[in-house]
């Protein structure tokens, strides 16, 4: 099956930067990473998984939740079939483990609805301490 293996999380002074990545693979036949809308999600400790930011298989639609916008922005390589998710001035409150999911359901656009049919990473955990 799909598999997504996120990377890139650690341990980050408040104000700091992050790059995530989430990495593709194990297409099913007649699929390429082109086929995958992929969004991003996060859970806090003790809270809800929160849907973040997608991508469409394009790259053209792009969604930024209204909480993050400004300090995320969600980007993809075609060419490594890896999704980013660049993470400015970063706040405790950031602290989660970050999710990347993809669905080959959706041509146009994308979603961040946990919910939807996705294959789901395991997260990278994100720690904002100073």
């Known amino acids: 099956q799909l598999r997504l293996v996120e990377s890139g999380g650690g341990l980050v002074q408040p104000g700091g930067s992050l790059r995530l990545s989430c990495a593709v693979s194990?297409?099913?036949?007649?699929?390429?990473?082109?086929?995958?809308?992929i969004s991003w999600f996060r859970q806090a400790p003790g809270q809800a998984r929160e849907g973040l930011s997608c991508i469409s298989r394009s790259g053209e639609y792009i969604y930024v939740d209204e909480s993050v916008k400004g300090r995320f922005t969600i980007s993809r390589d075609d060419a490594e079939n890896t999704v980013y998710l660049q993470i400015e001035k970063l706040k405790p409150e950031d602290t989660a483990v970050y999710s990347c999911?993809?669905?080959?359901?959706?041509?146009?656009?994308?979603?961040?609805?946990?919910?939807?049919?996705?294959?789901w990473g395991k997260g990278t955990l994100v720690t904002v301490s100073s």
């Open positions: 999911a993809g669905s080959s359901r959706y041509p146009l656009n994308c979603v961040i609805y946990d919910y939807a049919p996705f294959d």
């Open positions: 194990g297409f099913p036949d007649g699929y390429t990473f082109k086929d995958y809308a």
